[in-house]
């Protein structure tokens, strides 16, 4: 016996639902979002991006200073080399259960190609960044230092998957870390 029926046997109610209890006819059909007001972000049709505010587009955005020559470069493996870290660091942090929350609902297409474009041009591999200031892009994540952690463990991971050596992991980072400040909101 379901618990319902045993419910209504013993209230004396019926076990079916009243048309007043029944949920209307055209309830699987109601439009939330348009209901809460909550506006729909429609991808870009060639990038694939979602928009976002206008801003300036600066290299200083980066929140670095690029390295001097290319030993760095070489040592990520080039462009090449580069996407591929940050094609696995966006893999382990989606996954990690630490900090995954953090990645739902997020612009994933951007996030790989601003990331990328970071760690290329600190990097002096060549390309420019075109993403916006550290602190109005991660603004409203309410990151903690343990969420930096836990990211960082993960970058570490995905370039020692890469076989990039211990010395240029530890050049990146130190240009990486001074800008927790403008991430980390709490």
Not at 110 to 123: N, P
Not at 157 to 166: D, G, K, L, N
Request: glycine share 6%; aromatic share 6%.
């Amino acid at each position: 016996m379901s618990i319902f029926l045993a419910l209504a046997l013993i209230t004396g109610q019926s076990a079916t639902p009243t048309p007043q209890d029944a949920l209307p006819q055209s309830a699987e059909a109601i439009d939330w979002d348009k209901e809460f007001g909550a506006e729909k972000r429609v991808a870009d049709t060639v990038t694939g991006e979602l928009p976002v505010d206008a801003y300036v587009q600066s290299e200083d955005n980066v929140g670095a200073k690029p390295f001097q020559g290319d030993a760095l470069a070489r040592a990520l493996g080039g462009q090449a080399g580069i996407k591929a870290i940050v094609e696995r660091l966006v893999e382990l942090s989606k996954a990690d259960p630490r900090i995954e929350a953090i990645f739902q609902n997020q612009d994933m297409v951007r996030l790989r190609r601003t990331l990328f474009e970071q760690i290329c041009f600190i990097a002096n591999a060549g390309c420019s960044y075109t993403g916006r200031d550290m602190k109005a892009a991660h603004k409203g994540l309410g990151i903690t230092r343990a969420d930096m952690n836990a990211l960082v463990e993960n970058l570490q991971r995905a370039m020692r998957e890469q076989r990039v050596p211990f010395a240029a992991q530890n050049r990146l980072l130190a240009k990486l870390a001074p800008m927790e400040r403008d991430i980390q909101e709490r």
